[in-house]
């Protein structure tokens, strides 16, 4: 972070200081503070920060910006609503930077869209790019408390489970150019639809200039007929009316190769990620690059250096099976996705994993019935599962006579699965973050002594 002063924040916030001061970092956190640090305290659903404005005061801090003070400390700034001010700061730290922001969000595939975008962009500048999943609007406002005059470009992630909240981080962050990846059904129990999600994700325009460029996937059903005259419309899919496209798609247990079409031009592209649906993330990534004035090569060129981030979808050989640890998160379509990729990366015989889908509300069972007919349509050898909404997995795949077996206990489960495993076996894990499916392959792992 750039250094920054107290008059400068106010200004930001519309709050009031009696006694400027110099800041060189910002925190939420009552545990990290120094005396360099401007100290904004929140209000959560299940503690007041505000509450320890005093304490946080007699440890030493640069300032604290809260919504409750009595006392005559002169490096305090009292605001209504200390979200919104965070927010605020945080726009008026961005205002800063004339560098281009790219933003996305999308139903499924963000973390690993914005890996690959960062790929790219960072061929050509010094990226900084959202870590991990601070995508909402705390960790949204860290990401861009981290922006230095080094910087080239900001690759931001933005996500959201209700109205409103895109609508926000957009307009603190100013996109230059915007991302839909896709519309599914994540938070749809929030959401009440899936047109209602496209309504949501399109809140990404809020902060953004008209005419700005936003990049959608064409091949998506709720986004291929998307029009909006005040941007300029970019899509990416497979289908021929997409301004980039992928042709010849070779996919391998390192990744797949696949020619980049846009206008009248191609190049062979090769991304180190499994799985069609990475293709498409893919395509998004290059069409940033092509936006940014990158020509067609350097931007396909700007995936080879892609390395995904956390439990999503990497694929470990052990003991002559391969398995495909995908266990950030789960809804319907990264789930079918998934499959897709067992299906792809099928040896001799595909066992999934599978733990409940969660925040899905009245449309879990149909969800849930959905992911089983689609491991018996990718020809999946064995479903196992974990979780209550998951037996409606089973009843569908049982139904169309596959085999399957539903567990309320992880260790039998476990146990289950490595009596089942032979060599040339392919198996997938995959299950909502709260149902720690990696406990499963971690466990076997072990002892295995892998």
């Known amino acids: 972070m750039e250094k920054i002063l107290l008059s400068e924040v106010a200004a930001w916030c519309g709050g009031v200081y009696k006694s400027d001061c110099l800041i060189e970092k910002i925190s939420t956190d009552s545990r990290i503070i120094d005396d360099k640090t ?19 005061l007699s440890r030493g ?40 922001f790219i933003a996305l969000t999308g139903s499924v595939g963000k973390t690993t869209s914005k890996g690959m975008i960062f790929s790219v962009v960072s061929k050509k500048f010094d990226t900084l790019r959202t ?8 960790g949204v406002p860290k990401t861009l408390f981290c922006l230095e005059n080094s910087h080239g470009a900001a690759v931001i992630e933005m996500g959201m489970n209700h109205f409103g909240e895109i609508s926000r981080l957009s307009q603190t962050v100013e996109p230059d150019i915007g991302v839909i990846t896709n519309v599914g059904t994540a938070h749809i129990e929030n959401l009440g639809s899936r047109e209602g999600i496209l309504q949501a994700k399109c809140e990404i325009l809020h902060g953004m200039k008209k005419g700005s460029p936003l990049i959608i996937n064409g091949d998506n059903p709720l986004l291929c007929d998307y029009e909006n005259d005040d941007y300029k419309i970019i899509r990416f899919g497979l289908l021929e009316s997409n301004d980039m496209r992928a042709e010849s798609i070779v996919a391998g247990n390192d990744g797949s190769h696949f020619t980049a079409v846009y206008g ?33 090569q350097d931007a396909a060129d700007g995936l080879k250096d892609f390395v995904p981030e956390g439990m999503r979808q990497r694929v470990t050989s052990v003991k002559d099976m391969l398995f495909i640890e995908d266990c950030y998160n789960a809804n319907l379509d990264s789930m079918c996705a998934a499959l897709e990729t067992l299906k792809t990366l099928k040896q001799k015989r595909s066992i999934a994993v599978l733990g409940d889908m969660l925040e899905l509300g009245d449309y879990s069972n149909e969800a849930h019935k959905k992911v089983g007919l689609k491991a018996y349509e990718t020809d999946c050898d064995v479903v196992l599962t974990f979780g209550e909404a998951t037996k409606n997995i089973v009843a569908a795949f049982s139904e169309k006579g596959g085999e399957a077996k539903a567990f309320e206990d992880k260790e039998e489960l ?37």
């Open 264 to 296: 009248n031009e191609r190049v062979e592209a090769f991304v180190p990620a499994v799985g069609l649906h990475n293709v498409y993330n893919a395509l998004c990534a290059i069409c940033v690059g092509v936006v940014l004035g990158y020509s067609l």
């Open 61 to 100: 801090v640069a300032a604290v910006v809260c919504s409750r003070y009595n006392g005559e400390k002169e490096n305090v700034i009292v605001v209504e609503d200390t979200g919104k001010a965070l927010l605020d700061i945080a726009h008026g730290y961005r205002k800063r930077f004339n560098i281009p």
């Open 414 to 450: 476990t146990s289950y699965l490595k009596a089942l495993l032979r060599k040339g076996d392919t198996v997938l894990f995959k299950g909502s973050r709260g149902m720690k499916m990696e406990e499963i392959f971690t466990a076997l792992y072990k002892e295995w002594e892998v």
């Open 131 to 138: 870590e991990g999943n601070l995508n909402n609007e705390i």
């Open 38 to 56: 401007l100290f904004i305290a929140l209000k959560g659903e299940r503690f007041d920060a505000n509450d320890f404005v005093d304490d946080v």
